[in-house]
């Protein structure tokens, strides 16, 4: 079964940047889109960016667009998330997930994936 582990999280201050990588291994990710995801205290878990298999589609949420890069090379089984200028609001755990898109036109965003991450605590204060 596809294993999904998260590093790079941390305490940084407003404006600084973090890189999340995300490593698969046990199982196959072909064909597979990536998505980062994160959780807030309190708020409901959202998409922040993903990444198609061909690693040549991305979406990110509007919060993060020009400011946060995704990347994804299938030769190392690892999916990256450059995080530039972080807010407070950036805060919460970040979880990369794995699995087949809907087929939505422009949604490369992984629909209802099986396989996750344990997270990664991402916390941005001064």
């Known amino acids: 079964q596809l294993q999904l582990v998260e590093s790079g999280g941390g305490l940084v201050q407003p404006g600084g940047s973090l890189r999340l990588s995300c490593v698969a291994s046990?199982?196959?990710?072909?064909?597979?889109?990536v998505g980062w995801f994160r959780q807030a205290p309190g708020k409901e878990r959202e998409e922040v960016s993903c990444?198609?298999?061909?690693?040549?589609?991305?979406n990110y949420a509007d919060s993060v667009k020009g400011r946060f890069t995704i990347s994804r090379d299938n030769a190392k089984n690892t999916v990256e998330l450059q995080m530039n200028s972080l807010k407070p609001e950036d805060t919460g755990v970040y979880y990369c997930?794995?699995?087949?898109?809907?087929?939505?036109?422009?949604?490369?965003?992984?629909?209802?994936?099986?396989?996750w991450g344990q997270g990664t605590q991402v916390t941005v204060s001064s």
């Open positions: 046990g199982g196959t990710w072909d064909y597979l889109a």
């Open positions: 997930a794995a699995g087949y898109v809907a087929g939505t036109p422009g949604v490369y965003c992984p629909h209802q994936p099986e396989n």
């Open positions: 990444v198609s298999y061909s690693t040549t589609r991305t």
